[in-house]
Every structure is written in C-alpha cells, then in structure tokens.
T-cell receptor, first 115, second 107 residues
Framework: ETGVTQTPRHLVMGMTNKKSLKCEQH?????MYWYKQSAKKPLELMFV???????ENNSVPSRFSPECPNSSHLFLHLHTLQPEDSALYLC??????????????FGPGTRLTVT | GIQVEQSPPDLILQEGANSTLRCNFS?????LQWFHQNPWGQLINLFY???GTKQNGRLSATTVATERYSLLYISSSQTTDSGVYFC?????????FGTGTSLTVIP
C-alpha cells in the first residue's frame, strides 16, 4: 500500500465510449502525475498538476482530458480512444517545490484495453 | 529532455547470485529514484537517492551525481526479486524514466 489508489483497476472500452480514470492520494502531497506505460516501453509522463494547476502537458492528444479538483484527487477523462491507447495508466504523487519535485509514489495502475 | 539509459536490458541470475544495475543520465538532475515493477504493474519504491549511498537489506544504491550515473546492487538474489527495475531522474516538474532492466532469478 503506497498511499495512492486508482480505480478502476481494469477497463475495457470501445472507441466511441467515454470513461474516466480516478486517482486519490492520502500522503498530503501537492503534486500529482499521469503516466502511460505501453507494452515493452518505459513510462511516459503525460500530465503534471501542482497545487491543482496543470504545469506540464507532454504533447498528449486531446482525447485524454485531465482534471484535478483538489490536491488529493486526479482524473483522466477518456473519449474516442484508439486501439494504440491500450496501456497501463499510472498515477503518482509527490511533494513539489517551485523547482524541485521529490520522491514519487505510484498507484497500482489501470490496465486499459480499447477495442 | 534528459536521456536516461539503463543497463543491462535483461539479466538472468541463479538464486543467491549478486548483480549490479546501472543508470546513466545525460544532464544534471535534482534527484534519482529506483523502482521495482512487479508482474501486476505496481511500482515499488526502492531508493530515493539524489547522491551518495543508501542500503536497505540486500539492496543498496549509489548515485554519483557529478558523473551522472547511479548503481543498484542486489546481493544474494531471491526469486521474488524478479521483475523490471526502473530508474527515474527528476528536473523541475519532469520525471524521466529509463527503459528498465528485466531481471529473472531462477531457483
């Protein structure tokens, strides 16, 4: 148990569906992150939120829409996905100052399959 | 962004053997983490080590920030050590992950 939870753990969706992934952290951190991990590839950072403000968007397609209502919750809204978006989506949190982010803790991930 | 390279990409060990995993990074970083990813995808924190040496049981890590590398030592390996080991380098709000070392420990 890392203090970061994610739901659902598994998700199968069609290309025309809309779904949302949820992440919650209980560590008192101020920064939250979404990562994508495709098969046999390293983790790719998608979005960063610091004190609810999005500070990084690493050229992610608009069919992925993040939402961070407060420092403890992070969502990833999905719509009109493609089969190549099938992957493990990981959420993480950390303490973050202006120029430095500290130790990251990860949730268990959501394994997404797009059919 | 920073390039992070890990070696070796794959490693097979007999139970009880020792190993060293390496992580090279291309520029100055604020900090460096080592993770173990289990077969279910969970990333488990091993070390947060911006510099110096730390030890935790059979595992230890050393980061030489001035030379831009970090090493993870596994001693007396066990089958439960199998999985993928990642290092991640941080600058600002960005984290850069290496491609991982896939470790298999056979009984």
């Amino acid at each position: 148990e890392t203090g970061v939870t994610q739901t659902p753990r598994h998700l199968v969706m069609g290309m025309t569906n809309k779904k949302s992934l949820k992440c919650e952290q209980h560590l008192g951190h101020n920064a939250m992150y979404w990562y994508k991990q495709s098969a046999k590839k390293p983790l790719e950072l998608m979005f960063v939120y610091n004190f609810k403000e999005q500070t990084e968007n690493n050229s992610v397609p608009s069919r992925f829409s993040p939402e961070c209502p407060n420092s403890s919750h992070l969502f990833l809204h999905l719509h009109t996905l493609q089969p190549e978006d099938s992957a493990l989506y990981l959420c993480a949190s950390s303490r973050s100052d202006e120029d430095v982010s500290y130790e990251q803790y990860f949730g268990p991930g959501t394994r997404l399959t797009v059919t | 962004g920073i390039q992070v390279e890990q070696s070796p990409p794959d490693l097979i060990l007999q139970e009880g053997a020792n190993s060293t995993l390496r992580c090279n990074f291309s520029d100055s970083v604020n900090n460096l983490q080592w993770f173990h990813q289990n077969p279910w995808g969970q990333l488990i924190n091993l070390f947060y080590i911006p510099s110096g040496t730390k030890q935790n049981g059979r595992l230890s890590a050393t980061t030489v920030a001035t030379e831009r590398y970090s090493l993870l030592y596994i001693s007396s390996s066990q089958t439960t050590d199998s999985g993928v080991y990642f290092c991640a380098a941080n600058t600002g709000n960005q984290f850069y992950f290496g491609t991982g070392t896939s470790l298999t420990v056979i009984p």
